[in-house]
């Protein structure tokens, strides 16, 4: 199949071509790379693909597409999509941007979780695959035994997002932001040493996170020693965007709409470079103990671990450092709630560029192409 590539020197598109160069996804495809600025530039796997970048504006040459893979955002969806679709085009788009996923012809995709709900689609013929939130993506992976089960009745799920959440130049801002501290505490951490006030040394520290030689033109604020508790557009409920698709999201990816699971919660930003956590409180359709909930989360997919919730277990493997550039999808922190034996907290974390963005449209179109993942 000829696959038109787009936005694949980003962040999630960086990670992407490295896990289609890892599983070998390049040999079953015939790959044009396009770009909005680099066309006419040498491509790159150039000997088994076009020479040259192609224009990513370009509706004739992309027409000429079988499947066109895009994580270039969704300013380039909203302007290139239906103009391809108003020429005839009838490919299959895979996209990581959010512009169509709650479009009625659009699926959105996590194959562990909705495999038969994305067969469905391609025997009807729909040609819309769209790439979920990354916390949604990572929520349902991890609870998918649970869901599979139907054992869930509500979620409240506090997320904890990284910095690469935002893109690039976030990540490089945050660094920027822990250089420019550790310049200007030189003076407060010599004082400490000399046996300054500890109220002293946080008072400096807090009035250099304050003042305006800190880079904040991505966040708006320092991240860096501090957090941001809203993500995405104002709703004007009181609730993010980013936290209304927890709910919108899963319940189409589980194709429950018509009958939702509440999920909802409040999602921050903080100073961690790559990989989101979540902590959960869930309430379950009937009593359990953690135990017999373990066992059927382990049954839900083959990443998800369940970790023992032991301190040092914990410490070991659900941060962010533990998971970062991994599949794993592990979960702890698992134990009845003193409200009531149908309520468990849970604490889970993943790699956000991978399961929640890159990894999905992989496999999605290793799916189209060859029929299997």
Known sequence: MRVGIIGWRGMVGSVLMERMRAEDDFALIEPTFFSTTQAGLSAPLASHAHALICDANDIAVLSGMDVILTCQGGAYTERVHPRLRAAGWGGYWIDAASSLRMQPEAVI?????????????????????????????????????????????????????????????????????????????????????????????????????????????????????????????????????????????????????????????????????????????????????????????RGGNSWVRVIQNTRDESMRALTPLAVSGTMDIPIGRIRNLPMGPQYISAFTVGDQLLWGAAEPLRRMLRLIVSGTI
């Open 109 to 297: 995709i996590l194959d562990p979780v909705n495999r038969d709900v994305i067969d469905a689609a391609l025997r009807r013929g729909q040609r819309d695959f769209i790439g979920g939130n990354c916390t949604v993506s990572l929520l349902l992976l991890a609870l998918a035994g649970l869901f599979k089960a139907d054992l869930i009745e509500w979620i409240s799920s506090m997320t904890y997002q990284a910095a690469s959440g935002a893109g690039a130049a976030n990540m490089r801002e945050l660094v920027a932001q822990m250089a420019y501290l550790g310049l200007e505490s030189g003076a407060p951490i010599a004082d400490a040493d000399a046996g300054a006030s500890i109220l002293e040394f946080d008072r400096a520290i807090a009035t250099r996170l304050r003042v305006a030689g800190i880079p904040v033109a991505e966040f708006g604020q320092a991240l860096a020693g501090n957090l941001i508790p809203w993500i995405d557009s104002d709703l004007g409920t009181g609730q993010s965007r980013e936290e209304w698709k927890s709910g919108a999201e899963a319940n189409k990816i589980l194709d429950r709409t018509e009958r939702p699971i509440a999920i909802d919660g409040v999602c921050v930003r903080v100073g961690v470079m790559r990989c989101h956590s979540q902590a959960l409180t869930i309430k379950l359709r009937r009593p359990m103990d953690a135990a017999a909930v373990e066992d059927v989360l």
